[in-house]
Structures are given as structure tokens and as C-alpha cells.
């Protein structure tokens, strides 16, 4: 009998332990919600950001993207005009990026190209540095999407909560 009960337990303790390196990987404590409040860096622009579980990069709103060429690569000139999740006033930034690469996307719409950049995002009290899809999200309710890529840096997400950190990174540290 004792036999029975020992097997279960054996394999109880033995699916843990291999599930232990997977939980070791996780940023230790990290937990977010569905939606946070971010910063897009280095102007400290804040924002209203959603985990997308189902994306595999993130997405930033942009708008008027003027592609161009500077020093014999080719780069991006965008917009990102936003409501300041803090004043609820509109803030209107211009960017230049070098495209790092481009990405194909399908929708109902049918498929578009996007520019992929890299940009900068405070999520918490960490700056990340990130690469970046950009699309008119004007209609969006969020004008930026955290895929799985940047997820696996900041953590679990607790699909039941909103708003648990601020955004609390500095200028100096969006430099580095």
C-alpha cells in the first residue's frame, strides 16, 4: 500500500525539479499585470502598455513613417503622438531609427510591411532596450504592445491585475 501512496509523490517532486530551471530563468519576483504604465525613453514619455502574450515582438504606435537613407543605411523618420497617461494630454515626439530589419504582417486588412527599430521602455524601475514593430495603433486602445520577446526579460504576467509597478527610470538610465 505504501507503495501507491510513495509513486505519486516520487512523481510529484520529480516533475517539480525539472520544472525548476524554467522558474529559475524568471526575473526573481517579477510579476505584471496585463496593462502597466511605461515610459518610452530617453524623453520619458508615459504610457499606458499591454502584454501581449500572442505578439513575439512589441509594437509602438507611430505615425507619418517617412523611410529614408543616412549613411548608406536605410533608416526611419515616425511620429509618435500619444495620450500622456498621466495628464491625459496629447504628446507628440518625432524619432529617427535605423531599421533593423523588416517584418511581414497579415490581417484582415491583408499583409503590410513594418519597419522593426530599436527603441527604449522603462517598465517599472528597469529601462529595456528593445526592438519595436511600428504601425498606426491610432484607433488601438494602447499605443504599445510588450511581445513575447521583452515578456521573457520582464517577467510573469498576472493576466488579473493592471497597474502593479511604476515606471520609475531616470533619463541616466535610459542611456545606457
Not at 510529484?12 to 496593462?35: D, E, R
Not at 504604465?37 to 504610457?47: A, F, H, N, S, T
Not at 533593423?100 to 504582417?105: D, I, P, S, T
Request: proline content about 5%.
Amino acid at each position: 500500500m505504501t507503495s501507491l501512496i510513495a509513486k505519486p509523490c516520487t512523481l510529484i517532486a520529480l516533475a517539480l525539479l525539472c520544472a525548476m530551471p524554467a522558474l529559475a530563468t524568471t526575473p526573481a519576483n517579477n510579476v505584471v499585470g496585463w496593462v502597466e504604465d511605461g515610459l518610452i525613453q530617453p524623453d520619458g514619455i508615459p504610457v499606458k502598455v499591454k502584454m501581449d502574450t500572442g505578439a513575439l515582438t512589441s509594437s509602438l504606435h507611430a505615425e507619418g513613417i517617412e523611410r529614408f537613407e543616412k549613411n548608406g543605411d536605410k533608416w526611419v523618420r515616425f511620429t509618435v503622438e500619444v495620450k500622456n497617461s498621466k495628464t491625459g494630454k496629447r504628446v507628440s515626439q518625432v524619432f529617427e531609427r535605423q531599421i533593423e530589419r523588416n517584418v511581414k504582417v497579415r490581417g484582415a486588412g491583408g499583409e503590410e510591411r513594418r519597419p522593426v527599430v530599436d527603441m527604449q521602455i522603462c517598465i517599472g524601475n528597469k529601462t529595456y532596450t528593445e526592438p519595436f514593430t511600428l504601425s498606426d495603433r491610432g484607433l488601438m486602445n494602447y499605443p504599445v504592445l510588450i511581445g513575447r520577446r521583452t515578456l521573457a526579460q520582464l517577467g510573469l504576467v498576472d493576466v488579473s491585475r493592471t497597474f502593479t509597478t511604476k515606471p520609475t527610470c531616470s533619463k541616466e538610465t535610459a542611456a545606457r
